[in-house]
């Protein structure tokens, strides 16, 4: 991680525990370490760990871990310089530009990158109101979205040519190359490229700062296939981890704690020039577990409402299921008719959607609903058939509470004695194919009572003052040796900062320096005593493995005679001292 006065001047300015409340609300105080559920991956017991003194974070459930900088940067996808500048403005500083600052080549990819995504904005903007525009101003007008709403959302439209964005990048010193990484290219056979959207609207896909990372374009042309095309995964973009539509929503989310997903742009966008603002939706792909942790961090009470088809009602219950595995709690609404959220809007304003959204019900609750409207006397045959299919939601429900109250409510609504709902359930529960759980990297093997001192040093680095009786190689562990003589060399300004050092000198290794920095101690923990104690027992450990050794050489010389002797000596002394 680059490091500078500046960069120092920042990390000490801000405290990192207001930065990561402002992402993950939830974190609150445990004895010396803040704790919340990861915003990196799903959990449902917190792992996530921030420890104010050292101003670092760990997660003990996916290993991610680092500084105020990596936080902002994972949680942003943003680089490095990108990071900096964000927690500078924060802190009050002047960062500068960024090329006077040391930068890795992947983040001045990344910066090229989304300069690139940039230029190719401001063409399709500059298109949409060209004269070869005018169909598509006519689609959008047709869709009544004012101008204010195509400005704000930066529409655009991609001209028919095979290469007029290309031809535009390339006159303004970009490269061909960095255009195919970015997905506004693709290459043809004989190694020819062209323009990846061609004769469609455009609509950028930011990211929670607002930079385009990615666009989405609409054909309109009624042959045309496919109908909407997304930009293909890049170093900036993943479509399991992208909502569109949330950079602009995110201000009312804060606020209120509230998010409603929707099924595609123009939905969001109506939404939006509507004043329901905190619309947001996925980009042409099921919801994922990424996107409920994204979700997570910021709202509390989430609506989903998808188109009023066959379709869409599927995928509002497999999106509330998605978010249940997340141990997120859910509701769902439906629009009759068959309209579409923007088109309902247009139709009968946003009173009659906002009552639509309040009669928003829990999974369970929808599914029934539906099957009753459906088939308002079914038979026993249809009520077993139903509940064996409803008693897959149930199932996916983790909270013990919710789910009793659940079985209440589908033995009444069908009728049937809660004891054979609860047998049925008890099947479907063992039957229903479970997500494996991401197992973290194992962390190198450390014999625990040297894990547990470079522990101690890393919560405490002044007590390698302490260390003086023992050397690297008193550690059997490779990676133990390693840690203890990057923590003796460390000037005495920089021990305060231990932790950060070393995860910057050992990168491959930082996952378990930020564990060790942040993992309890225990409550009888006394860091100078059990720091004697723990130097003691491994020189002990280290002259008996050297005593060994030494035994099982075929003949000792002089020197190594004379070595034996003084170890035996050491230990019995030690054993006397006890």
């Given at each position: 991680m680059?490091?500078?006065?500046?960069?120092?001047?920042?990390?000490?300015?801000?405290?990192?525990?207001?930065?990561?409340?402002?992402?993950?609300?939830?974190?609150?105080?445990?004895?010396?370490?803040?704790?919340?559920?990861?915003?990196?991956?799903?959990?449902?017991?917190?792992?996530?760990?921030?420890?104010?003194?050292?101003k670092?974070?760990?997660?003990?459930?996916?290993n991610?871990?680092?500084?105020?900088?990596k936080?902002?940067?994972?949680?942003?996808?943003?680089?490095?310089?990108?990071?900096?500048?964000?927690?500078?403005?924060?802190?009050?500083?002047?960062?500068?530009?960024?090329?006077?600052?040391?930068?890795?080549?992947?983040?001045?990819?990344?910066?090229?990158?989304?300069?690139?995504?940039?230029?190719a904005?401001?063409?399709?903007?500059?298109?949409?109101?060209?004269?070869?525009?005018?169909?598509?101003?006519?689609?959008?007008?047709?869709?009544?979205?004012?101008k204010?709403?195509?400005?704000?959302?930066?529409?655009?439209?991609?001209?028919?040519?095979?290469?007029?964005?290309?031809?535009?990048?390339?006159?303004?010193?970009?490269?061909?190359?960095?255009?195919?990484?970015?997905?506004?290219?693709?290459?043809?056979?004989?190694?020819?490229?062209?323009?990846?959207?061609?004769?469609?609207?455009m609509?950028?896909?930011?990211?929670?700062?607002?930079?385009?990372?990615?666009?989405?374009?609409?054909?309109?042309?009624?042959?045309?296939?496919?109908?909407?095309?997304n930009s293909?995964?890049?170093?900036?973009?993943?479509?399991?981890?992208?909502?569109?539509?949330?950079?602009?929503?995110?201000?009312?989310?804060?606020?209120t704690?509230?998010?409603?997903?929707?099924?595609?742009?123009?939905?969001?966008?109506?939404?939006?020039?509507?004043?329901?603002?905190?619309?947001v939706?996925?980009?042409?792909?099921?919801l994922?577990?990424?996107?409920?942790?994204?979700v997570?961090?910021y709202?509390?009470?989430?609506?989903?409402?998808?188109?009023?088809?066959?379709?869409?009602?599927?995928?509002?219950?497999?999106?509330?299921?998605?978010?249940?595995e997340?141990?997120?709690?859910?509701?769902?609404?439906s629009?009759?008719?068959?309209?579409?959220?923007?088109?309902?809007?247009?139709?009968?304003?946003?009173?009659?959607?906002?009552?639509?959204?309040?009669a928003?019900?829990?999974?369970?609750?929808?599914?029934?609903?539906?099957?009753?409207?459906?088939?308002?006397?079914?038979?026993a045959?249809?009520?077993?058939?139903?509940i064996?299919?409803?008693l897959?939601?149930?199932?996916?429900?983790?909270?013990?509470?919710?789910?009793?109250e659940?079985?209440?409510?589908?033995?009444?609504?069908?009728?049937?004695?809660?004891a054979?709902?609860?047998?049925?359930?008890?099947?479907?529960?063992?039957a229903?194919?479970?997500?494996?759980?991401?197992?973290?990297?194992?962390?190198?093997?450390?014999?625990?009572?040297?894990?547990?001192?470079?522990?101690?040093?890393?919560?405490?680095?002044?007590?390698?003052?302490?260390?003086?009786?023992?050397?690297?190689?008193?550690?059997?562990?490779?990676?133990a040796?390693?840690?203890?003589?990057?923590l003796?060399?460390?000037?005495?300004?920089?021990?305060?900062?231990a932790?950060a050092a070393?995860?910057?000198?050992?990168?491959?290794?930082?996952?378990?320096?930020?564990?060790?920095?942040?993992?309890?101690?225990?409550?009888?923990a006394?860091g100078?005593?059990?720091?004697?104690?723990?130097?003691?027992?491994?020189?002990?450990?280290?002259?008996?493995?050297r005593?060994?050794?030494?035994?099982?050489l075929?003949?000792?010389?002089?020197?190594?005679?004379?070595?034996?002797?003084?170890?035996?000596l050491?230990?019995?002394?030690?054993?006397?001292?006890?």
């Open positions: 680059s490091s500078s006065p500046i960069i120092e001047l920042i990390r000490e300015k801000l405290d990192i525990i207001d930065v990561v409340s402002e992402y993950v609300p939830s974190l609150k105080r445990a004895g010396r370490n803040y704790k919340a559920n990861c915003p990196f991956h799903n959990e449902k017991t917190p792992s996530f760990t921030v420890n104010p003194e050292k670092i974070f760990y997660c003990f459930g996916c991610s871990g680092g500084d105020i900088f936080f902002v940067m994972d949680i942003e996808g943003l680089s490095f310089p990108e990071a900096a500048r964000k927690l500078a403005a924060k802190a009050g500083v002047e960062y500068g530009d960024e090329r006077a600052h040391q930068i890795s080549p992947e983040d001045r990819e990344r910066l090229d990158l989304k300069k690139i995504m940039r230029a904005s401001d063409f399709y903007q500059k298109a949409l109101f060209s004269p070869a525009g005018e169909k598509a101003r006519l689609y959008l007008g047709e869709r009544r979205l004012n204010m709403t195509v400005e704000k959302f930066e529409l655009g439209w991609a001209p028919a040519g095979g290469s007029a964005l290309m031809d535009e990048l390339k006159q303004a010193g970009w490269s061909s190359d960095l255009a195919l990484k970015a997905g506004l290219i693709t290459e043809r056979e004989g190694g020819r490229v062209a323009d990846t959207f061609r004769a469609r609207v609509f950028p896909i930011k990211n929670q700062s607002g930079e385009t990372i990615a666009f989405g374009g609409r054909v309109l042309d009624p042959e045309g296939i496919p109908k909407y095309l293909p995964e890049t170093p900036l973009f993943s479509k399991r981890r992208t909502l569109y539509g949330l950079h602009e929503a995110l201000p009312q989310v804060r606020r704690g509230r998010l409603l997903l929707l099924e595609g742009y123009m939905d969001v966008i109506g939404a939006h020039q509507h004043g329901v603002d905190w619309a939706a996925p980009l042409g792909t099921n994922t577990l990424e996107h409920s942790g994204i997570r961090r709202a509390k009470d989430t609506v989903v409402m998808f188109d009023d088809d066959r379709a869409g009602i599927q995928a509002s219950v497999k999106a509330a299921e998605t978010f249940m997340a141990g997120l709690y859910v509701r769902l609404a629009l009759d008719g068959g309209l579409d959220p923007d088109e309902y809007l247009n139709e009968h304003g946003r009173d009659a959607f906002e009552a639509k959204l309040a928003a019900a829990d999974p369970l609750d929808f599914r029934m609903n539906l099957f009753f409207k459906n088939k308002p006397t079914p038979t045959q249809e009520k077993a058939q139903a064996a299919v409803l897959e939601t149930v199932a996916r429900q983790g909270d013990e509470v919710l789910k009793s659940w079985v209440k409510n589908l033995s009444t609504r069908f009728g049937v004695e809660q054979s709902v609860l047998k049925q359930l008890r099947k479907t529960s063992v229903l194919p479970r997500e494996t759980p991401r197992k973290a990297p194992a962390a190198p093997a450390m014999p625990q009572m040297e894990k547990g001192y470079i522990q101690l040093l890393l919560r405490d680095p002044g007590l390698i003052a302490q260390s003086d009786a023992l050397a690297p190689e008193d550690f059997c562990s490779p990676l040796r390693t840690l203890f003589a990057a003796r060399a460390l000037p005495p300004e920089a021990l305060a900062k932790p070393l995860a910057a000198q050992y990168p491959e290794h930082s996952a378990l320096v930020h564990e060790l920095a942040v993992a309890d101690l225990g409550p009888d006394s100078g005593r059990d720091a004697a104690g723990a130097v003691r027992m491994l020189k002990r450990f280290s002259s008996e493995r005593l060994k050794e030494l035994k099982a075929p003949s000792m010389d002089p020197q190594q005679l004379q070595e034996y002797s003084r170890l035996m050491e230990l019995k002394s030690s054993v006397k001292d006890k």
